[in-house]
Structure formats: structure tokens, C-alpha cells
């Protein structure tokens, strides 16, 4: 899937005594995998489901594990650092071990119509894998700024050596989020700092979470093509020591460098781990049907007494 070009869409049409040749069944291919790619990328982006985790072995060894969007990795897989893609062109000791999707040929047959170059056999089937590879951390492309649209900006202040730059949402709920002051519909508010800058943004009888929706949809396929061009998946961000004749592994690092995506299937779970987050502690003590221990309904603050901390047992703990 080397091309990134989905659209537009076009389909074998079928009839009585259509000749079908080898062009129309890659045809109804290329139409059923770039409409799975179209849905994948508009729903649900790039990153990661399910596993994937990464781990150091040892000072030169790293492992992978799980599955990933349209690239499973069905067993654990060990590579030397410098057998992976890209550790020779490797110019700084901060690297990033990224996953993409490859594709082999595979299953050579026997064919009565030779190729040119005289090769009686070819591939049968098509093996979609994956890759790993290594790229410096600072070659990694930045986060795409929010729509224009969206935000109201104005230049602060300019110096020889840098420049100061104020933003805020252009459109604000108006009064629908908080303590702000009631406003009518449409009303414009400037926020004068001093001389030459003025920051205006549009009050709109509406809700924050609709003004986010409406920026987050409102980007044509265009930008967002090109917001989310890259064709692999950040796992981990290694740390490397060089040594005499080769790098070590230093430390290996996934929390701030793994994009995870949300699914429907993972909510219930995601729901019952986010309770041990909560200021205010929701239902009884006891394992859920997930098999997530909830937190009890009334916690204690710990007793600190001569250096000793004394932490209170709910009544579903054991001393040991």
C-alpha cells in the first residue's frame, strides 16, 4: 500500500459477457482495501489499538509485542538495535523506534505464460506484514497547529530576538461553560493590551463541545490528508549511549511518544480505570465484571506518625 492517493473511488462494473482479465480483479481489490483505508483514517486515525509494547532486553536487544491498526504483529519479535532499518544513518543518541506496514510477495506457482524476462513462476499471494525501523527524534515531523479558523491570533510584541504571539479560540460559548458574563449572539469583544494590538474573538449562543466539533469536522479531506501523511506509528523513544564501536541501549521510553486510539469496544474498561482517577469515588468496593477492583466508597486519609505511614485496610483486605 505504497500509494497514499485513496480517492476518487472507482469500481468493476459487471455484465452479461464482460471479458474479465487480471486488471479487473486488482481493480476490486484496490476498491475494497482503499475504502477499509478511507474509514480507518476519517474514524479513527493513526496509532495504536491494542499492545505493542517495547522493551529492552538487553544493552542491544529490543522486543516487540501486541497488534496494531492494519498491522498485526501475531508474535512477540526480537531485533538487535543495529539490525534494525535506519540505525546506520542514526546522527544523534535520541532515536525512535517506529512500526509500518509492508507487503511480500510470497508463494511462487507455476505459469504458462512466462514473464519477459523468462521466469516461469510467479508469487501466488501477497503476505501483509510490518517493518520496524529507527529515525533520529528530531527528524520526526511536528504536530500540525490547529485550523486557522479557529484561533485568534495577534502579535504582542516584537524583538530582535524573538516574538510574542497571542491566541485564543475565535468563537466562545456564550455563557454555556462557566461564570463569564451573559452576551448576545454574535457580539464581538477586543481585548486592548496597549498600542497597535487588539485580540477579537466572536461570542456564539452555543457550546463549547459544539464549537470543538464543528472545527475538529469542518477540515476538508485536503488537510486533513496532509495533517495525517505519515504511514507509521511511533512505538517507543530510545535512549542511546555511544560506546566504543557501537550504541547501548540507555533507557527506552513509550509514555508522550505512543498515539493510542479510542474504540467503542475498550470504553467499558476505560470507564472503570478512569474511577481510580476521580476525586469522588464511584459505586461499592469489589471487582467489576471486567475484573477491575473498584476503589472503596470512602477513603481515609493516611495517619503520618514517627516516620511511620499507616495506610487503613478496606474491608475486603488481608493482612500480610
Known amino acids: 500500500m505504497e500509494n497514499n492517493q ?10 452479461v459477457g464482460k471479458l474479465l482479465t487480471s486488471a479487473d480483479f486488482q481493480a476490486e481489490q484496490t476498491y475494497n482495501r482503499y475504502k477499509s ?26 522486543m ?23 540505525f546506520e544513518t542514526l546522527e544523534t543518541e535520541l532515536a525512535v523506534l517506529c512500526l509500518r506496514y509492508r507487503e ?50 495577534a502579535v504582542l510584541y516584537v524583538g530582535e530576538e524573538y516574538t510574542v504571539t497571542c491566541a485564543m479560540s475565535a468563537q466562545n460559548a456564550c455563557g454555556a ?34 464549537i470543538l466539533d464543528q472545527a475538529v469536522s469542518s477540515a476538508s479531506l485536503e488537510l486533513r490528508n496532509a495533517s495525517t501523511g505519515q504511514d ?40 472503570e480505570l478512569e474511577v481510580w482517577f476521580r476525586k469522588e469515588p464511584i459505586g461499592p468496593t469489589g471487582c467489576t465484571r471486567m475484573g477491575v477492583p473498584r476503589p472503596p466508597e470512602h477513603i481515609v486519609e493516611p495517619i503520618y506518625a514517627m516516620g511511620i505511614c499507616d495506610i487503613p485496610l478496606g474491608p475486603h483486605c488481608v493482612l500480610g
Open 6 to 15: 485513496l480517492l476518487p473511488f472507482e469500481r468493476n462494473r459487471y455484465y
Open 177 to 210: 461553560d462557566g461564570n463569564c458574563r451573559p452576551a448576545a449572539a454574535g457580539e464581538r469583544r477586543a481585548a486592548d493590551v496597549e498600542d497597535g494590538f487588539a485580540l477579537r474573538a466572536v461570542v456564539t449562543n452555543t457550546s463549547t463541545t459544539e
Open 104 to 153: 511480500e510477495n510470497v508463494r511462487p506457482v507455476y505459469t504458462v505464460q512466462g514473464q519477459d524476462s523468462g521466469e516461469n513462476y510467479e508469487c501466488n499471494r501477497v503476505w501483509e506484514g510490518w517493518q520496524l525501523f529507527l529515525q533520529d527524534r528530531e527528524s520526526l515531523p511536528p504536530i500540525c497547529p490547529p485550523e486557522p479558523e479557529f484561533l485568534a491570533s
Open 232 to 271: 507509521y506509528v511511533s512505538l517507543a523513544e530510545i535512549a542511546l549511549q555511544h560506546a566504543r564501536n557501537a550504541y547501548l541501549i540507555e533507557e527506552t521510553l513509550t509514555v508522550g511518544i505512543r498515539q493510542y486510539i479510542r474504540t467503542p469496544s475498550l470504553a467499558p474498561l476505560r470507564e
Open 37 to 62: 483505508r478511507f474509514l480507518n483514517e476519517m474514524m479513527f486515525g493513526s496509532g495504536i489499538v491494542c499492545g505493542l509494547g517495547v522493551y529492552s532486553l538487553d544493552d542491544q536487544s529490543i
Open 64 to 86: 516487540v509485542d501486541g497488534c496494531g491498526r492494519e498491522i498485526a504483529v501475531e508474535n512477540p519479535a526480537v531485533r538487535k538495535l543495529s539490525a534494525v532499518e535506519g
